[in-house]
């Protein structure tokens, strides 16, 4: 907090905790209204030499076994336990909060594995020694950290029913959009203009003038700069690497030969990256997600002359955490980042900076209870943009109007843009209609109405899919219809 320029800056960093109540649905655990703080500290205090975890985090264990073991009582007949199921956070802090090597230069840093570096940096596939309760113990009992890689029993496992080597998470967003997709599009741009396939100049000329639609023009993608390709590694924000990554194959993928060996590396990367961002999977999907982890580190091993870094073996575990957590980037703090901005703003608004972590505490714990005060549970599905009165029966032919629902055939709201269940419309948004052995079907919404129930509904025009280009990654679709076929409604 304050300003990081000035003679007190790092003096008022202050660390965070935060839960959420993955019973909600994901539209909602989406919502930073349902991302509650638990816990602030300075982070300066943490450390073995200061405060010690046990001691720093002494309040917030007691409080999570008390409402685990004594619940909270809403009346004499209802009383809601809580359990703690995962401790979320990038590796870094999880290491450090869970009483691992805070070091990831260390020779046994994975808190799910137990191999030595040297043998991750060659590994493209999960390393058979992972860590349970029975080498756990004993590894502290060893109490050699070069040798282990803990530093101290962890917390947590005071809490009933957990146990860190039961933890097993990793943060998708510091891995890959922040992590290895950085210097995967390093060594493939390299290699695609060291064969002269384009130069840098056409590469930042296409970023610059190439459409990224409707949902993807915030997250722009900046020019690559000769620097990040020296130092091979590009550095973007993760939503601007996950754009540029989705849509490299557009920009750029005509200039590349069909048969190109460094081309591998991306197109596992991406598909890669649409296993993890998948909020709805199978439990087969594991396996193929551990095939794809592999292929990629050793596509990146062989173009990139180089080890395996650290965020390349943590990538090794992610098919077992699908089958054991679900999608993956459901459990990403990507959400928890967001919050910062919101308790940033609280705490720069208070000009005293004495115990700071108190006042925004304080602050923090006034929001919550006017929103009990006011009973804002949670909020709508549906949020909307400006609109106006549609007639459905002056707008579209006779037939259409009749297949129409009752509550849109006289007068509906036409909205500019609305977000349902936490995801964005507008008109010009391509929806999936249908995935089937014959391929997808796609449609490109042209209007948005709203009905007395408050349930979108989505005027589309069919795109058919001629197929799946491989070389791109992309559907090719044709629009070969000027009449609106098709009305989505109740889209989750």
Same mark, same amino acid.
């Given at each position: ?41 300075? *982070? ?26 004594? %619940? /909270? ?19 870094? %802090? ?17 808190? /799910? ?233 609280? *705490? ?8 700071? %972590? ?108 001629? %197929? ?25």
């Amino acid at each position: 907090m304050g300003n990081p320029l000035g003679s007190h800056s790092g003096i008022h960093k202050i660390g965070c905790i935060y839960y959420t109540i993955p019973a909600f649905s994901p539209e909602y655990l989406s919502s930073l209204d349902n991302v509650f703080v638990a816990f602030l500290f300075h *982070s300066s205090d943490r450390s073995r030499h200061k405060i010690s975890n046990k001691k720093m985090f002494r309040a917030l264990i007691k409080e999570l076994i008390e409402i685990q073991e004594y %619940g /909270i009582q809403l009346s004499n007949n209802i009383t809601i336990y809580f359990a703690l199921g995962l401790v979320l956070g990038d590796n870094l %802090g999880l290491n450090s909060i869970l009483g691992f090597v805070e070091s990831f230069s260390a020779n046994h840093y994975c808190r /799910i594995c137990r191999s030595p570096k040297s043998d991750l940096k060659n590994f493209i596939c999960e390393s058979k020694l992972l860590r349970n309760k029975i080498n756990y113990e004993s590894d502290l009992i060893q109490a050699n950290v070069s040798v282990t890689g803990l530093n101290e029993r962890c917390i947590f496992n005071d809490v009933p029913n957990f146990h860190v080597t039961e933890n097993i998470v990793c943060d998708f967003m510091h891995d890959v959009p922040e992590g290895v997709a950085r210097y995967d599009m390093a060594v493939i741009i390299n290699n695609l203009i060291k064969n002269n396939f384009f130069s840098i100049d056409d590469l930042n000329s296409r970023i610059e003038l190439f459409d990224y639609g409707v949902l993807e023009s915030k997250n722009r993608p900046p020019c690559i700069t000769l620097g990040n390709l020296k130092n091979g590694m590009i550095i973007m924000s993760a939503a601007e690497m996950l754009c540029f990554v989705r849509y490299f194959g557009l920009i750029i993928g005509e200039l590349v030969p069909l048969k190109c060996d460094v081309w591998n590396l991306y197109l596992t990367l991406r598909k890669m990256i649409d296993l993890c961002c998948a909020r709805n999977v199978q439990k087969e999907c594991a396996v193929q997600l551990d095939n794809l982890v592999a292929e990629h580190n050793r596509l990146y091993l062989l173009h990139s002359q180089s080890k395996l870094k650290p965020k390349f073996h943590v990538l090794t575990h992610y098919g077992r955490l699908l089958l054991k957590n679900g999608p993956i980037i459901l459990t990403s703090s990507i959400r928890f980042e967001a919050k910062h901005k919101i308790l940033k703003s609280i *705490s720069n608004s208070v000009p005293c900076r004495i115990n700071l %972590g108190h006042t925004s505490a304080y602050k923090i714990q006034l929001q919550m209870a006017s929103r009990l005060l006011k009973q804002e549970g949670l909020r709508a599905d549906l949020e909307i943009g400006p609109g106006q009165n549609f007639l459905s029966a002056v707008q579209f032919t006779h037939l259409f109007h009749q297949a129409m629902p009752d509550e849109l055939k006289n007068i509906s709201l036409l909205v500019s843009w609305c977000k349902y269940k936490g995801i964005f419309y507008k008109p010009g948004v391509v929806l999936t209609l249908e995935v089937n052995l014959d391929g997808c079907l796609f449609g490109k919404v042209e209007k948005i109405l709203i009905g007395k129930s408050m349930i979108p509904y989505f005027i589309v025009k069919p795109l058919y899919s001629v %197929g799946f280009n491989d070389h791109f990654y992309a559907h090719e679709v044709e629009d070969n219809t000027n009449t609106y076929d098709l009305i989505v409604d109740q889209l989750c």
